[in-house]
């Protein structure tokens, strides 16, 4: 337990400009609780957070009076190696847990950005994940039991500590990128994984985002099976664009056991065809250095806008073309990695002095040019004061009429994070 001399001010929760009046840390599910009752009962807005490290993600809160910092609860609850388990506190970071189940040659194969400050609870309720999303999933494929606290301070459990469960409502989904609006997670069950044996990484290079785009869609349909699938149109393993000019970058990993890395390494080239500009093979220390760049990119750096857009894998290639083309016309930088065999796009504009109808001009140009090829757009960051300008969820849908009803049923004062989640939910 951290001492309150070692604890971050306030100003480390800023949300859109917003400081919370006071900042709370309970060691306790019974603390959570206590605090959440007092605070529905009093009408104050609380903000469940962690180390603070996605908090510019989601909308303009509309009240931000007390954060609940989940960093406290920790703990190991339960975990069995043999039967590939773990139940942890909610406040333990993604790095620690994966120190815990490195031990035991075990992992949770999820890698969203900044690992030791990414919170299981975070994690979930933001719905974060990374490059090898594309061939293990997310963080709803291994969620099998949660522990949540409600606005009113009522304590309720979804699934369990076994990978089969009884047949019902699958609770843990629900709260599956809430966002915390719709309880306060203390508690996360997961199914864990071996970890792979051996990996390798191999860099391609092409002439344009087609060729990129048409070798990443052969990989897909093939018989061989990339851990990730990245294409950028820089370099991460430079500080500036990749120095072949217009060039993208496909990277692509293996994982498993080494007779399957070499078989697939073997093949790689028979399957991307012969418009590949070069081929390498990453050094171990490269390798790792590129992880950890796709991993953290929707973050990393400075930047006057980051969206992120959810197209078809076949619209990725041309999509980068065109918002390549309209950011030069705009003389705004812009630098892109995709998860190409999931259809993610993430892309960071990095022009200074930006004005700011440019800005929203920029957004809407892509959240429009999206919907025409039937993807949709999420402002991840943007100035705090375009950010309700810029709708940064975009369209609700049809769907929002029930979620609306979830959120007056969980939480009918509207104290948990409000506004921050879409349609000012």
């Not at 149109?233 to 990749?242: K, V, W, Y």
């Not at 083309?325 to 930088?333: D, I, K, N, T, V």
């Not at 309700?388 to 049923?409: C, H, I, Y």
Request: aromatic share 6%.
């Amino acid at each position: 337990m951290t001492q309150a001399a070692d604890r971050p001010p306030p100003s480390q929760f800023i949300i859109d400009g917003q400081v919370p009046e006071t900042v709370v840390y309970p060691a306790s599910t019974e603390e959570v609780s206590r605090l959440l009752k007092e605070a529905n009962e009093h009408g104050r807005a609380i903000s469940p957070v962690g180390h603070g490290a996605f908090l510019h993600l989601g909308g303009v809160p509309k009240r931000y009076e007390q954060a609940l910092c989940t960093t406290e609860l920790s703990a190991i609850v339960d975990y069995q190696p043999t039967d590939m388990t773990i139940t942890v506190g909610a406040g333990m970071s993604l790095a620690q847990l994966q120190a815990i189940l490195g031990e035991n040659g075990q992992w949770l194969p999820l890698d969203p950005p900044c690992p030791e400050r990414a919170t299981v609870g975070g994690v979930i309720a933001a719905n974060l994940n990374g490059p090898t999303r594309f061939s293990q999933g997310t963080v709803r494929d291994f969620l099998i039991g949660i522990k949540v606290v409600r606005a009113d301070g009522t304590l309720i459990k979804g699934g369990g500590q076994v990978v089969k469960n009884v047949a019902g409502y699958d609770l843990p989904k629900l709260y599956c990128g809430s966002f915390g609006t719709l309880g306060v997670i203390v508690e996360a069950t997961f199914m864990i994984r071996p970890r792979p044996e051996a990996q390798t990484t191999f860099a391609l290079t092409f002439s344009s985002a087609e060729k990129a785009g048409e070798a990443a869609l052969k990989l897909t349909g093939s018989d061989m099976q990339p851990f990730f699938l990245e294409l950028a149109n820089f370099s991460p393993l430079s500080s500036s664009r990749d120095q072949q000019g217009d060039a993208y970058c496909l990277f692509v990993g293996f994982a498993g056991i080494q007779e399957e890395i070499d078989d697939q390494r073997n093949h790689l080239r028979d399957v991307v065809g012969d418009d590949i500009g070069s081929i390498e093979e990453l050094s171990v220390d490269e390798a790792q250095t590129l992880s950890q760049a796709l991993r953290d990119f929707p973050v990393s750096g400075p930047a006057t806008l980051r969206c992120k857009v959810s197209l078809q894998p076949t619209q990725l290639a041309a999509f980068c073309t065109d918002l390549e083309s309209e950011a030069q016309r705009r003389h705004a930088p812009v630098r892109l990695l995709a998860r190409a065999g999931n259809g993610i796009l993430y892309a960071t504009f990095e022009g200074e002095a930006v004005p700011d109808d440019q800005i929203l001009s920029l957004v809407d140009w892509i959240r429009v040019h999206a919907t025409g090829s039937n993807g949709f757009v999420v402002v991840e960051e943007i100035l705090s004061a375009l950010k309700e300008r810029a709708n940064v969820w975009g369209s609700v849908g049809k769907a929002f009429p029930l979620m609306q009803r979830l959120k007056d049923t969980l939480d009918p004062n509207g104290i948990l994070n409000p506004g921050r989640f879409v349609g000012g939910i």
